[in-house]
Nanobody, 123 residues
Framework: VQLQASGGGLVQAGGSLRLSCAAS????????MAWFRQAPGKERDIVAA????????YYADSVKGRFTISRDNAENTLYLQMNSLKPEDTAFYYC?????????????????WGQGTQVTVSS
């Protein structure tokens, strides 16, 4: 499975961005998917995750109420709507396909990774 993330960019604090992640194979539709982010010098941390049907989601405390994860299995695409962005949201954002239908919160719960897209939030 190949993953192509897009939608990153430079935005002012308080602004919005929508990330997309297109999967090359329908296999991704049977597995959980997630967004992680990694800032320079820091570990890769989970941002949000969603189960294979899109009926259950997880959000890191730092993004709850501001970010929304969703998926379109017919289009093999994962989304992350990011609102009320803060400078501390600045990072490379990675999409990932999980090992199972239910999501995990560790990087080891995910098998396939996209190349990442940069999100920069200016103050």
């Amino acid at each position: 499975v190949q993953l192509q993330a897009s939608g990153g960019g430079l935005v002012q604090a308080g602004g919005s961005l929508r990330l997309s992640c297109a999967a090359s194979r329908r296999t991704a539709s049977n597995n959980a998917m997630a967004w992680f982010r990694q800032a320079p010098g820091k570990e890769r941390d989970i941002v949000a995750a969603i189960n294979w049907r899109g009926t259950s989601t997880y959000y890191a405390d730092s993004v709850k109420g501001r970010f929304t994860i969703s998926r379109d299995n017919a289009e093999n695409t994962l989304y992350l709507q990011m609102n009320s962005l803060k400078p501390e949201d600045t990072a490379f954002y990675y999409c990932a396909v999980g090992l199972r239908a239910t999501y995990g919160v560790q990087t080891s719960d995910y098998r396939y990774w996209g190349q990442g897209t940069q999100v920069t939030v200016s103050s």
